[in-house]
């Protein structure tokens, strides 16, 4: 069971370039979210969806794109990229968003952009 | 947004001493979350509570509920090297759209001093 799997790990990137993280889920979790993390900041909710075809912001959506086309993928966009977007991104699922019902993180894909 | 305070930010500590940590706000959360991360992972769920006033152990790990639904603290006990990593506190709360909102600590650094 691999549970959450992120990629890439790492990725350069320059200034206006776009790339999409990507992030499956093996559990047939309903909802999935995008987090960034920041020294200093905690985890900050970019986007999520609590199901295929559903999607909201979070609190720092602003430069991201996202879409649920099925249960299992969320993949992150960044149109443009810039260098305030230089962060480690965690992708969570969990079965829905209730209460008694926590969340599942990858393993990270760290972002740099020059 | 809302603001979560954890403390200490870091600790050294030697290996089987006892360990202390909180997180306060000035916000009532239905739920307290206490995750750990592993370098070059990402989080993982250590203990969930889900009552004012509750104490939840895990092994070495005990997290209570503030009864004011406003702070919670995390104690491991006999630290070993296995502990070391970043501990975070999240509490949840319901949003105005009847949804669970998710909000995280800054994190508290745990090294073990040889």
């Known amino acids: 069971n691999a549970g959450v799997t992120q990629t890439p790990k790492f990725q350069v990137l320059k200034t206006g370039q776009s790339m999409t993280l990507q992030c499956a889920q093996d559990?047939?979790?309903?909802?999935m979210s995008w987090y960034r993390q920041d020294p200093g900041m905690g985890l900050r909710l970019i986007h999520y969806?609590?199901?295929?075809?559903?999607?909201d912001q979070g609190e720092v959506p602003n430069g991201y794109n996202v879409s649920r086309s099925t249960t299992e993928d969320f993949p992150l966009r960044l149109l443009s990229a810039a260098p305030s977007q230089t962060s480690v991104y965690f992708c969570?699922?969990?079965?829905?968003?209730?209460?008694?019902?926590?969340?599942?993180f990858g393993n990270g894909t760290r972002l740099t952009v020059t | 947004g809302q603001q979560l305070n954890q403390s200490p930010q870091s600790m050294f500590i030697q290996e089987g001493e006892d360990v202390s940590m909180n997180c306060t706000s000035s916000s009532i959360f239905n739920t307290w979350l206490w995750y750990k991360q592993d370098p070059g992972e990402g989080p993982v769920l250590l203990i969930a509570l889900y009552k004012a006033g509750e104490l939840t152990s895990n092994g070495r790990l005990t997290a209570q509920f503030g009864i004011t639904r406003k702070d919670s603290f995390l104690n491991i006990s006999a630290s070993i090297p296995s502990d070391v990593g970043i501990y975070f506190c999240a509490g949840q709360q319901i949003s105005n759209f009847g949804n669970e909102k998710l909000t995280f600590g800054t994190g508290t650094r745990l090294t073990i001093i040889p």
């Open positions: 969570a699922s969990s079965y829905n968003r209730g209460f008694n019902s926590p969340l599942h």
């Open positions: 559990m047939n979790h309903e909802y």
């Open positions: 969806s609590v199901g295929a075809g559903i999607t």
